[in-house]
């Protein structure tokens, strides 16, 4: 009877301990989505802080994403911290705040596609974001549907959003971060890097990002990518 007692104390502990570990695990996991959600966390002190403020249909901002973003990001995601902002040269007319119309410099599409972009990004992680991003920058042609396949579960949110007040907010948030940096920008797209915009820095990081980010964070970090 002793040995039984023994054996049920013991079990008993076990179980405790199982559920206070679980109870850890879920509490840490949900600590963890949180952080993934926003902005920075701390892992991303020792990263480069780039800010791309564009355009949807903005020829330009096509070739930069396609043709030396992207490339970038696949090589140095790791130590870079990339915001995008899609607003670039549109202007939000609030003359009546209850029917706010959009401007943009490529027409009324823009501002659909540029709302469209920026649910995108709020709906979903940022990688998996900027691959559907870089998807449907590859061309001005590029489908929704054929570049949200991968994350078919997210659709239907993200095109709620983009039809809705959510996606309103997010546009004036954008126009307000935009604003911020200059209105209008001079040129789509606008590079922010650690949140300063140097006009005459421009070129370099339009044309050659990939040489000038490397230049920049082994300033930054005294390391060599």
């Not at 249909?57 to 870079?80: E, H, K, N």
């Not at 009324?108 to 691959?131: Q, S, V």
Request: charged share 25%; glycine share 6%.
């Amino acid at each position: 009877m002793a040995v039984m007692m023994a054996g049920i104390f013991w079990l008993a502990i076990i179980f405790s301990l199982t559920a206070v570990g679980q109870k850890i695990d879920s509490e840490s996991y949900s600590s963890l989505a949180g952080i993934s959600r926003t902005t920075r966390s701390l892992a991303d002190d020792d990263k480069l802080k780039v800010t791309v403020y564009y355009e949807t249909l903005c020829p330009d901002s096509v070739s930069f994403i396609t043709y030396q973003l992207v490339p970038a990001w696949g090589r140095y995601r790791a130590q870079m911290d990339l915001k995008l902002v899609p607003f670039g040269k549109s202007y939000i007319d609030e003359s009546n705040p209850s029917r706010p119309v959009y401007h943009c410099q490529h027409g009324r599409k823009e501002c659909t596609l540029n709302i469209l972009h920026g649910c995108i990004l709020d709906k979903l992680p940022f990688d998996k974001a900027f691959a559907v991003v870089g998807c449907l920058m590859q061309s001005m042609r590029t489908s929704f549907d054929k570049c949200i396949v991968l994350h078919e579960t997210a659709k239907a949110e993200i095109q709620e959003c983009a039809r809705g007040n959510q996606g309103a907010k997010l546009y004036k948030r954008f126009s307000d971060e935009t604003n911020r940096v200059a209105t209008p920008l001079s040129f789509v797209p606008t590079i922010e890097v650690n949140g300063v915009y140097d006009i005459f820095e421009q070129d370099q990081w339009l044309y050659r990002f990939d040489r000038t980010f490397r230049q920049e964070y082994g300033k930054k970090f005294n390391q060599t990518l």
